[in-house]
Structure formats: structure tokens, C-alpha cells
């Protein structure tokens, strides 16, 4: 699992995923809700979910319950996760608007454009892996791109292929093709 903080330019910051939590050990409450207080951030304009598997959502109802967050983002596909049910619970109980997510919607904050690159609204393969239903984010700043892809895997990019240039960083998914 992995979560990704990114901070604009004007100091506005979103958290993509939110690392691994289980019964013994949560990255919310012993590695995201640390660094977000020893970083002074006391609000979070959206959390981004790729998908809802326990490795990317665990932490997050921990940072939900930490900070003020803007918006909660994920592709809203149903999964029996008890750390994504935990994750949806604490953004009700926030009283945070939730959106799922699907390609070609963008949003821009202080010049920087986070556009979803996948899943599309309806897609071939669709439901029969949640890694291959993550939701890939393309961050573009000036002449800098990154891509994020969560779990996003072959049959995900190949759905995708063609729609994302160049990028400087790329978050590989660990189910990734070579």
C-alpha cells in the first residue's frame, strides 16, 4: 500500500491513498496523522481513494477524524472492506462530501490540473478486479506531469493507453505491467 501527499503551490494540500491498516498497525494514526501535524496541516482539500482495498484505505478514517477534508474522492465501487466501510463512516460522521470518481473529470487548485485518467464510466472489465477499477490521476503543474495508479494494473492500462503523455514521475502500480 502507499499514500501520497501533495502539496499546490498557494500550500493547499491532497492526500492520494492513505497506506495499509490491520489490527496491529494503522499508517493513518502512526504515519500520516504524525507527518500532517509535524507539517502544520490542519485541512486537507480532498482525499483521494484509488480503490478500496485495506492497503490503500486504512489509514484513512484515521486523517478523516485528524483534519478538516474538502471533498472525499474514490471510484464508489463497492468492496466488503471493513477499513473502507470505517473510511465512509468517518467522512459521514465529518459531515465530508463524498464523489466518485470516473475518467475525464478534472479539477484545478492554485494552476495545478489533477485529472482522472481511469476507470471510465463503463468499461469492458469493469468489477472483476477492483486493482484494475482504480483510479488513476494524472497531476500536471507547468511542464510537470506526474501519474499515480493506484493498483491499476495490464488490462487497466491498456484501457487507458494512448490518453496520458510523458510524465516525470510515475507511481507504478504493484500489479503493474513491466
Known sequence: ???????????????????????????????????LRRLRITRLEAILLSHAHRDHVGGAAAVT????VGV??????SFEEAAYFGWLEAIARRGVRWHPVVAREQFQLDGVTF??????????????????DSAVLE???????????????IVAER?????????DVLKVGHHGSR
Request: zero cysteines.
Open 159 to 167: 484501457a487507458f493507453a494512448g490518453t496520458v503523455d510523458a510524465v
Open 72 to 77: 472525499a474522492l474514490d471510484p464508489g465501487e
Open 139 to 153: 497531476v500536471r503543474w507547468r511542464d510537470f506531469r506526474a501519474l499515480l495508479m493506484g493498483d491499476a494494473g
Open 1 to 35: 500500500g502507499d499514500a501520497a501527499l501533495i502539496r499546490t503551490p498557494a500550500g493547499h494540500w491532497i492526500l492520494v491513498d492513505a497506506g495499509p491498516a490491520d489490527a496491529r498497525w494503522n499508517a493513518g494514526t502512526k504515519v500520516l496523522v504524525p507527518l
Open 65 to 68: 477524524d485528524a483534519v478538516p
Open 115 to 132: 485529472r482522472l485518467v481511469h476507470p471510465p464510466r463503463v468499461w469492458a472489465s469493469a468489477g472483476e478486479d477492483l486493482n484494475e
